[in-house]
Nanobody, 113 residues
């Protein structure tokens, strides 16, 4: 079992930056990838990016390439999502996810124009 807690969301203006943090606890050795999904009203849930225990990063969603950066600590208990040059279309609830099948509670990101 892996428990995930996402934090760091907020209300910002377009062009600003935010850092989301996913804190993982429990048996993190049992999961290979921790990543981020987002869900905006009226849209399907979208996979944003993930990072492996070995540090290998999955493909970024096209719409965030060049703006978002994922990183992890060496213990694989913290995964960060640095979001730069935020756009109104990035507005969503961002969920932390582990490939084992665990989900965090979500953190709201709202970008005003």
């Amino acid at each position: 079992q892996v428990q995930l807690v996402a934090s760091g969301g907020g209300l910002v203006q377009a062009g600003a930056s935010l850092i989301l943090t996913c804190a993982a606890s429990g048996d993190t050795s049992s999961t290979d990838i921790i990543g981020w999904f987002r869900h905006a009203p009226g849209r399907d849930r979208e996979f944003v990016v993930g990072i492996g225990r070995n540090g290998v990063v999955t493909d970024y969603r096209d719409s965030v390439k060049g703006r978002f950066i994922i990183a992890r600590d060496t213990s694989f208990q913290k995964v960060y999502l640095q979001m730069n040059m935020l756009k109104p279309e990035d507005t969503a609830v961002y969920y932390c996810w582990a490939s084992l099948g665990s989900w965090g509670q979500g953190t709201q990101v709202t970008v005003s124009s």
